[in-house]
């Protein structure tokens, strides 16, 4: 089965800990995405890759960082920087330019201890 | 002001009812229009794709854009408990990195 998958389903930070959400994808799609979803502000964009090695700062980078090694991979690192990690995190991916539409995973929800 | 606007509801409606859920958009540019349906701690999943005004139908579901007053809907007849989820609505203007979303609305439908 094609998809997105995302891991851990739920992950917990201690205060000035950095941890990474993982996005894997089959796919084959050249973008990937990470959006962060707080109740009642819709998906904001973290940061997004067009092509393996190479990432661009969305709405809302500060205090988070990524890689894009692999075509399927695009890992999330949330830095003890973010103030207020606690969010349910998204990964998305598309085709690539000409093509609009977004899959996205299941989410991963970071709680802060 | 918000570039896409959503009312979060929560709405709720009986079974079989027609449903309509909106969002309005000040941005001129956004050619590329969708609806996602999100169910409690999931992923978004894809619902209706639309390019540019007009309308989409896909089942039950209808996707209408007007972009002369910047208004796009959706519309779901016969609506079931299994259609109980939230809503987004989203645009971009050309490329995915300056894709927009709406905040979402809750839709409750109850047997």
């Known amino acids: 089965d094609g998809g997105i998958t995302q891991s851990p389903k739920y992950l917990f930070r201690k205060e000035g800990q950095n941890v990474t959400l993982s996005c894997e994808q089959n796919?084959?799609?050249?973008?990937m995405y990470w959006y962060r979803q707080d109740p009642g502000q819709g998906l904001r964009l973290i940061y997004y890759?067009?092509?393996?090695?190479?990432?661009q700062k969305g709405d809302i980078a500060e205090g988070y960082s990524v890689s894009r090694e692999k075509k399927e991979s695009f890992p999330l690192t949330v830095t003890s920087a973010q103030k207020n990690p606690t969010a349910f995190y998204l990964c998305?991916?598309?085709?690539?330019?000409?093509?609009?539409?977004?899959?996205f995973g299941p989410g991963t929800r970071l709680l802060v201890l | 002001q918000k570039e896409v606007e959503q009312d979060p509801g929560p709405l709720s409606v009986p079974e079989g009812a027609i449903v309509s859920l909106n969002c309005t958009y000040s941005?001129?540019?956004?050619?590329?229009f969708m609806w996602y349906r999100q169910y409690s701690r999931k992923g978004p999943e894809l619902l209706m794709y639309?390019?540019?005004?007009g309308n989409k139908e896909d089942g039950r579901f209808t996707a209408q854009v007007d972009k002369s007053s910047k208004y796009i809907s959706l519309f779901i007849r016969d609506s079931q408990p299994s259609d109980s989820a939230t809503y987004l609505c989203?645009?971009?203007?050309?490329?995915?990195?300056?894709?927009?979303f709406g905040a979402g609305t809750r839709l409750t439908v109850k047997p």
């Open positions: 989203a645009m971009s203007a050309r490329y995915n990195n300056d894709m927009r």
């Open positions: 890759s067009q092509i393996v090695n190479d990432f």
């Open positions: 639309t390019y540019s005004s």
């Open positions: 998305a991916s598309s085709a690539g330019y000409g093509e609009e539409t977004q899959y």
């Open positions: 941005n001129s540019a956004f050619q590329y």
């Open positions: 796919l084959n799609h050249d973008a």
